[in-house]
């Protein structure tokens, strides 16, 4: 069974940082895809940054270029998401999710319509 686990997120201040992780188990995250995804209340869930299956590539949304950097850690199954510069903007569930199409990130964005597994999401807040 896959299964995505996510974790680090929390409360901070407008400037700060946090760094969300992501781990897989019941699945080898070497063959997939990666992507980091966040729904912020009432508003429609987002793409915020992905990695294809060997980290090499990766790609960002406008809104978070320059400030989050998505890193793969195939020997640990894991999928980090380093958020600097944190805006209130970013309040949202973030939310970790992988594909069997392992260059599904290689040109662009991934859109997050045919992932194979999904976390269950982990609440950033930022706010003075």
């Known amino acids: 069974q896959l299964r995505l686990v996510e974790s680090g997120g929390g409360s901070v201040q407008p400037g700060g940082a946090l760094r969300l992780s992501c781990a897989a188990s019941?699945?080898?995250?070497?063959?997939?895809?990666v992507g980091w995804f966040r729904q912020a209340p009432g508003k429609e869930r987002e793409p915020v940054a992905c990695a294809v299956n060997t980290g090499s590539i990766t790609h960002y949304s406008d809104s978070v270029k320059g400030r989050f950097t998505i890193s793969k850690n195939n020997a640990r199954d894991t999928v980090d998401l380093q958020m600097n510069d944190l805006k209130s903007e970013d309040t949202a569930v973030y939310y970790c999710?992988?594909?069997?199409?392992?260059?599904?990130?290689?040109?662009?964005?991934?859109?997050?319509?045919?992932?194979?597994?999904w976390g269950k999401g982990t609440l950033v807040t930022v706010s003075s």
């Open positions: 999710a992988a594909v069997s199409d392992g260059l599904g990130c290689v040109h662009r964005l991934i859109s997050g319509d045919d992932m194979d597994a």
């Open positions: 019941g699945f080898a995250l070497v063959h997939y895809a």
